[in-house]
């Protein structure tokens, strides 16, 4: 509400002026391709109950456009695209009853050239390290390969690329992002909500699948050129990263609706690899494991079966909707292979065009818990009590994934491939502060960029992007171990000692500096250490930690998973699983053996660390100099997308 005053110096008359506030989406100074379609959406809030909204109006780049307000006093143009280069500025206006004044808002959006005439990239690999900063990368190059007279004996693959610069990693709403706009900002161009996935935040949050939708990366090139989609993850596959390549949702926890979605919207993508945990969502409702359910399922909005997302009227498929639906024999049903297992992977028809896997509950496991049951098999472990005991590696997916999306390629037209692969639990460790299984997530990923870049090298037309949607725990490599590990299990408990003057044991244990020295893992044929705890190993330190105990030790077991069915996660708490071991939900209550540990008083409350709003470094390889030179520097998280979409439509 406004003032307006008329008077004199002896009296002054104030009345007010009412008029409803106008909030306009896409964002002021949203950027877009040439031809991406993105929806338009204008909503009008009254200034009071019970006024109307009067005479809404809405300009596009000098058109007028008719608006139709639903019930929520909001408007939306679906799939709107701009063709031409240049701003664009978006003008609405409207007045309410009870009041003739009028209010009006502006956003000016940017639209952006992505076309030329120079060789294009056709298959584009994203690399993901979800919450991996320069640190977790560095740990694992010490741990890998050591030093020698300080000079690392090894790099990574990822250290190998010839492209290098530093990427922002904020949402729309805070400079600390989670991995649903971090990883949507690299494959849509635009700022997300936290919690949202390819859409901008509208005034109906009851539904979570009506947002403004915003046209990603994948779904462009396929709409253009053909392009199919592949997603590897390490993580279930309706978790943020894997579903923000092609889901549209504000919440990224509607695991029914999500999963629906990568079966009706297949087509839009191009969607022919779809591989991680999360079988629990292609289950039927009550069957065991299963977390289908219509609490987190939805319909689609009738505007957009009807409108531009659903070109032709046979893009979208809506019979997966049901939640006593077998989405895995859905799959199966459009000549998508299954596989379950590792075994059941190695076993994938050689000339196979589509592949769905799915090899655990929630997450698949860590690499630490599935190299321990490949390396004694017989052994009940970790990833029994999962009920998922044979798991690929993320690198044997990579290889899986690229050789079926290169067998569709070849067989329709070499019209390319985009191929997220996703290491999921670098994030997820380091959120539980469990320093080894985060070292080793990073090493596992680092196989699979291998794998990426190994075909890259012979196929010129690829380019490969490492990167994370943003850096978790600030996560910080300090120094390493000054005792033995027998050493170090003879200390008696440091768990009550926590007055400031009184250095714990464990404490005094760590070496920085000089003493930290150069620690010297040994590392057998499969590529991980032989064991985490080694006399002088390295210490990690989180600046953005939860309250802890900390013995330096490898936890004897994760925390337990929480993208599980809820009668999976009971078994494991009661301990009704085949090791019959108990798991818990959280670092600091994880076992009897961590009280052995010094209590480390957090930064933020609970006892979980938190992603941090630091930069974090990208790597490109390709075989083109002038591509991989654009990543050089600095620069925002959603500029990797038009990057990206001028090197797939050869405008770099």
């Known amino acids: 509400m406004k003032l307006l005053c008329i008077g004199t110096l002896a009296m002054v008359a104030c009345s007010v002026i009412a008029a409803p506030k106008i909030r306009i989406m896409p964002y002021d ?46 408007f939306t143009i679906r799939a709107f695209s701009v063709a031409k280069a240049g701003p664009v500025n978006i003008q609405a206006s409207a007045s309410e009853s009870g009041d003739e004044t009028a209010a009006s808002k502006s956003a000016k959006i940017v639209i952006e050239s992505a ?46 690329m010839p492209g290098y610069g530093a990427v922002t990693t904020s ?3 805070s400079m600390v992002t989670d991995s649903a706009p971090g990883m949507t900002g690299y494959v849509s161009g635009s700022h997300n909500d936290n919690g949202s996935e390819g859409v901008y935040p509208d005034n109906t949050p009851t539904d979570a699948f009506d947002n403004p939708r915003i046209e990603y990366l994948s779904q462009f090139l396929h709409r253009k050129f053909g392009t199919a989609l592949g997603i590897v993850t390490t993580a279930d596959v309706e978790d943020a990263t894997p579903a923000s390549q092609m889901v549209h949702t504000y919440d990224r926890g509607k695991g029914t609706g999500i ?59 809506t019979s997966s909707m049901a939640e006593s639906i077998d989405l895995i024999k859905k799959f199966e049903g459009q000549g998508f292979k299954y ?16 592949l769905l896997g799915l090899f655990g509950f929630g997450n698949m496991n860590t690499s630490l818990d599935k190299i321990a049951k490949r390396r004694t098999p017989n052994k009940l472990g970790v990833v029994d009590d999962y009920f998922a005991p044979d798991q690929p590696m993320l690198d044997e997916m990579a290889t899986a994934a690229i050789k079926v999306l290169d067998n569709n390629n070849k067989a329709n037209g070499n019209k390319g491939f985009n191929l997220l692969i996703e290491g999921a639990h670098i994030d997820k460790m380091s959120h539980a502060m469990d320093a080894d ?14 794998v990426a870049m190994e075909f890259a090298k012979q196929n010129e037309d690829t380019l490969v992007i490492v990167l994370a949607d943003h850096e978790c725990s600030g996560f910080s490599l300090i120094g390493a171990l000054t ?63 939860g309250d802890r105990f900390e013995d330096w030790m490898t936890k004897p077991m994760p925390i337990v998973d929480s993208l599980l069915s809820n009668d999976i996660k009971a078994k494991m708490q009661k301990g009704d699983v085949p090791t019959g071991g108990k798991y ?35 790597s490109v390889y390709t075989k083109n100099r002038d591509i991989w030179l654009q990543f050089v520097g600095p620069q925002q998280n959603i500029d990797i997308f038009f990057k990206l979409m001028r090197a797939a439509m050869g405008g770099y």
């Not at 080793?440 to 291998?450: K, P, S």
């Open 483 to 545: 005792k033995s590990m027998a050493e170090m299990n003879a200390l008696p408990s440091d768990k009550d000692k926590t007055q400031p003057g009184i250095a714990p044991d464990r404490q005094k244990a760590v070496g920085v500096y000089e003493d930290a020295g150069f620690p010297k893992y040994n590392i057998l044929t499969d590529g991980f250490p032989a064991a985490s705890d080694i006399d002088r190993k390295v210490v990690v330190g989180f600046g953005a930690n």
């Open 437 to 450: 299984r985060a070292i080793w997530e990073t090493l596992e990923f680092d196989r699979a960029v291998g």
């Open 259 to 317: 999963v629906n979605q990568f079966f009706a919207e297949r087509n839009r993508s191009g969607l022919q690899v779809l591989m991680g945990g999360g079988r629990r969502w292609f289950l039927p409702q009550g069957e065991f494991g299963s977390s289908r359910s219509s609490s987190s399922n939805y319909q689609y909005p009738p505007d957009v079966l009807n409108s531009g997302w659903n070109p032709g009227g046979n893009t979208i498929d």
């Open 171 to 173: 949402s729309l709403v």
């Open 29 to 74: 100074q949203a950027r877009f391709i040439e031809g991406q379609m993105f929806d338009v959406r204008v909503e009008f809030t009254p200034s009071a109950a019970g006024r109307t909204i009067l005479q809404p109006k809405l300009e596009i780049g000098g058109k007028d456009y008719p608006v139709k307000l639903d019930k929520a006093n909001g």
């Open 339 to 354: 596989a379950g297992t590792n075994t059941e992977l190695k076993s994938i028809p050689a000339d196979a065009t589509k």
């Open 115 to 160: 076309g030329g005439r120079k060789r294009r990239i056709k298959n584009i690999i994203i690399c993901l390290g979800d919450g991996m900063g320069i640190a977790h990368r560095t740990a694992a190059r010490v741990v890998r390969f050591g030093h020698t007279n300080g000079i690392p004996n090894g790099w990574l693959n990822m250290d190998q």
């Open 584 to 618: 818990v939900v959280a670092p600091i209550d994880r076992s009897p053996e961590s009280l052995r540990g010094f209590f480390v008083r957090g930064q933020v409350p609970g006892v979980q660390a938190v992603h941090t709003g630091t930069d974090i470094p990208v």
